[in-house]
């Protein structure tokens, strides 16, 4: 393997470039040691976000049936009532959104969960912008959330804090 940069011989497990000290394209850093901090974190959090997303995928799932059967309660008990105040449509609607966003973030979480699992470089923004919406469903989202952010934010920036 060579640097695409200067042409310099590289290892095969090496990220940056002895001869020019730039980072070697399609290297893949090295995974943290099984026993390290890391590590452990990494499993917990992949553990904990598949766990958080099934049950955020159960409650999507339970919102989009339930938005369905309430539609069809109100057109047959109120007969049309909800349409008289423009609501005919934009209640449903809305109530679909939120069901739609709801599975979309329980989508993002299983992937972040897998990918943190499995120790995947793309993993870490997945699961820290599901970590940032999380932080809004008290009290597990906000505790995995912190967690989360915690857990894969890097050290030096805590230490630009004063």
């Known amino acids: 393997m ?7 011989k590289l290892e095969p497990a090496q ?4 001869g ?3 980072q070697v394209l399609g290297a ?3 995974a943290p040691p099984a026993g390290s901090g890391l590590a452990r974190h990494l499993r917990l959090l992949g553990i904990f976000w598949l766990a958080y997303s099934a049950l ?8 989009v049936a339930g938005i369905g059967a309430v539609g069809w309660l109100a ?8 349409d008289g105040w423009g609501l005919g449509g934009v209640v449903p609607a809305a109530l679909t959104a939120y069901g739609a966003w709801s599975l979309a973030i329980a989508i993002l979480g299983i992937a972040a969960g897998i990918g943190l699992l499995e120790r995947r470089p793309w993993a870490r923004v997945p699961a820290l ?3 940032c919406l999380a932080l809004f469903r008290p009290p597990l989202g906000t505790a995995l959330g912190i967690y989360t952010l915690w857990a894969l934010l890097p050290d030096r920036a805590v230490s630009r804090l004063p």
Not at 75 to 82: A, K, S, V, Y
């Open 2 to 8: 060579f640097c695409n940069h200067c042409g310099a």
């Open 15 to 18: 990220s940056f470039c002895q």
């Open 20 to 22: 020019c000290g730039k």
């Open 28 to 30: 893949v850093p090295p």
């Open 56 to 63: 955020r995928l159960l409650g999507s799932g339970a919102r």
């Open 75 to 82: 057109r047959d008990w109120f007969g049309g009532w909800l």
């Open 129 to 131: 912008i599901a970590a």
